[in-house]
């Protein structure tokens, strides 16, 4: 297979696209800049100064997690004989994100004017615990840049026959570039962009898919063995455990994730960051539809019949590349070359989201609060910078070592779901939560995931928790959901933690110079802290309605005197 010239090019053109729209984003980013000389410059450039549109704060929400991953796992998942539709659980899990943030996860947020989701570690916990529960979440973005460039890889190599090394590189430089010119609005109004290309670019595909010749209608192969078991999959009871733990995992992690919440933020209220969540629930579920056809029609196809041939791309071990497999083999070459810039679309606006994530708590949490109190709006901008190479330059690396989506997908979900969110419910909604209790929540849930074992990187399990056998493919894997488990003893631990060293100083039962966290002043500063953010939204609110009565009284007396002039 040569070089797809034609290819190239419209990739070409898609690139300089969304290079051209963060360019554009950065200039406007400048100018609210200078408009608004009494606004914090950190809180422009990472959350576009607190007034993102409402339509564009729920196509980048929405961009954000339709990212390479969603797009090609969901059609794998349909593809694999082993699992089917039941097990292609992204879509639905993800309202149940959209919707408990929206309910209960943005209002503390907002009301308290964080700029990351660290900001309440920091304060009830200090700075040290805070830079230690900061690691986890930096690492996970950094592999979920790793991932993202994996499925563009795989798929560029496939379509383009484009070197793997290439097209990760580029696609890297391209995210990169236009991240650092323009942050929070350069990020947002490309995922505008990337987010219409996905949805046009996929349903433009499916039709030729699936009228091929060489593919059967999918209604028949549905619940009927015909080239392989039914796409649409079964649920035993022996796996309702790890489906359970899946589904955990995929609802509940991304709430532990800063991209998530730089949305929230950015919003201009509270009500709008609700709606921005809910309306992001259903795109969701629109944009999956394309994915689990394109897998359907895969599990429909008689391979032999195509220029692709036998073996299968299960039994050759590319299930994970079927969505670019399929555009390659079972639509015509110009509709495939759409194909591809649906995925780079998709992989990007989940790129450009973790390279700001990681590069917001560094520079806000570590650099301004911890290393440089004094550091100037300047200083800061070159630190937000240079956290977003640096991100984006170790996630391009991890590229190079594995070029799995899955195991990316799996460390970076589950310190996520195992370690962060736990540690986030506290924080959020328990007074009673200290910094003795996150260090025996964390301890915990770290040592506990890493005694649990992992097949894909190689872990072998110490704990044999209930149902652990070999899996369809012959590898031992854990069937009880052990995540949601490990996630459960953590969060209760922080608690039981927080409350028994609460009482034992509280009380007198050990003496104040051995209370390391500091817990009656550390107490006493969040009391503080909420009573002072409530003060100011409450005055923000008085200041708002007296400049809509202002505004009022202004046209009133303009109109009078225009009437005193007729």
């Not at 890889?153 to 010119?181: E, F, K, Q």
């Not at 059967?216 to 733990?245: C, H, S, Y």
């Not at 209370?515 to 409530?534: E, G, H, M, W, Y």
């Given at each position: ?24 984003a950065s200039m ?7 408009k608004?000389?009494?606004?914090d ?8 100064g ?14 954000t ?6 797009i ?7 593809y ?9 659980l992204?879509p ?14 943005a209002?503390?947020?907002r009301e ?30 950094v592999l979920?840049v ?7 890889g795989g ?5 383009l ?5 290439y ?17 929070l ?20 595909c ?8 060489n593919?059967?209608?999918?209604t ?35 709430l ?8 929230i933020?950015s ?20 944009l999956?539809i ?12 008689d ?9 299968t791309?299960y ?6 590349s ?5 555009l ?6 110009y509709?495939?070359i ?12 989940s790129?450009?989201?973790a ?20 550091a ?38 589950d ?10 419910v ?5 007074k ?5 209790g ?12 890493i ?10 399990p110490?704990?044999?928790?209930p149902?652990f056998r ?11 959901p ?9 969060l209760?631990?922080?608690l039981v ?12 039962l050990?003496?104040e110079?051995?209370d ?11 009391t ?39």
């Amino acid at each position: 297979m040569s070089l797809n010239v034609p290819g190239l090019i419209v990739m070409a053109i898609f690139y300089l696209l969304i290079l051209g729209t963060g360019i554009w984003a950065s200039m406007r980013s400048k100018k609210v800049e200078r408009k608004c000389t009494g606004s914090d410059g950190m809180e422009i450039t990472l959350l576009a100064g607190r007034n993102i549109n409402l339509l564009v704060g729920i196509f980048t929400l929405t961009a954000t997690w339709v990212g390479g991953g969603f797009i090609l796992g969901i059609a794998e998942a349909v593809y694999n004989p082993t699992l089917g539709l039941v097990w292609a659980l992204m879509p639905v899990p993800y309202v149940l994100t959209f919707f408990l943030g929206g309910f209960f996860f943005a209002k503390p947020m907002r009301e308290n004017k964080y700029v990351t989701m660290m900001d309440p570690f920091q304060i009830k916990y200090g700075n040290v615990l805070s830079s230690l529960l900061i690691f986890p979440a930096l690492i996970a973005d950094v592999l979920w840049v790793a991932r993202t460039l994996v499925s563009l890889g795989g798929t560029m190599s496939v379509i383009l026959d484009l070197p793997y090394v290439y097209s990760i590189c580029i696609s890297s430089v391209v995210a990169i570039v236009y991240t650092l010119l323009g942050g929070l609005y350069s990020v947002a109004y490309t995922d505008v962009i990337q987010l219409i290309l996905i949805f046009l670019s996929l349903w433009i595909c499916v039709p030729f898919m699936m009228t091929n010749p060489n593919s059967m209608d999918i209604t028949l192969t549905a619940f009927n063995e015909t080239f392989q078991a039914p796409w649409v999959g079964k649920l035993e009871l022996r796996d309702a455990g790890k489906w359970i733990d899946d589904f955990m995992v995929l609802a509940l992690g991304g709430l532990a994730y800063q991209a998530f919440y730089q949305r929230i933020l950015s919003a201009s209220s509270y009500t709008q960051a609700q709606v921005t969540c809910f309306a992001s629930s259903a795109f969701c579920l629109v944009l999956g539809i394309p994915s689990v056809l394109v897998g359907a029609v895969a599990a429909s196809t008689d391979w032999n019949l195509t220029s692709y041939g036998s073996p299968t791309p299960y039994e050759r071990g590319q299930a994970g590349s079927i969505l670019p497999i399929a555009l390659q083999y079972l639509t015509p070459s110009y509709v495939s070359i759409i194909g591809i810039g649906a995925v780079s679309a998709a992989v990007m606006s989940s790129m450009d989201s973790a390279l700001l994530s990681s590069a917001s708590m560094f520079s806000s949490n570590i650099y301004k609060n911890i290393i440089r109190n004094q550091a100037s709006d300047r200083e800061i901008q070159w630190v937000i910078r240079t956290s977003v190479v640096v991100c984006g330059l170790a996630g391009t690396a991890l590229t190079f070592l594995d070029n799995s989506v899955l195991v990316f997908w799996l460390v970076g979900v589950d310190m996520s779901y195992t370690i962060m969110f736990p540690q986030l419910v506290c924080v959020l909604f328990f007074k009673v939560s200290n910094g003795y209790g996150a260090s025996v929540g964390y301890l915990l849930a770290l040592v506990l995931r890493i005694l649990s074992g992992e097949p894909l990187i190689n872990l072998p399990p110490v704990i044999h928790f209930p149902g652990f056998r070999k899996d369809a493919e012959g590898v031992m894997t854990q069937f009880f959901p052990f995540r949601t488990t490990i996630m459960l003893t953590s969060l209760c631990s922080i608690l039981v933690a927080s409350g028994v060293t609460s009482d034992i100083f509280n009380k007198g039962l050990l003496s104040e110079r051995w209370d390391v966290f500091q817990i009656k002043r550390s107490q006493a500063k969040v009391t503080a802290l909420t009573r002072v953010k409530k003060e100011e939204s409450k005055k923000d609110c008085v200041e708002a309605k007296e400049a809509v009565v202002n505004k009022q009284l202004l046209d009133t007396s303009c109109w009078t005197e225009g009437d005193d002039g007729n």
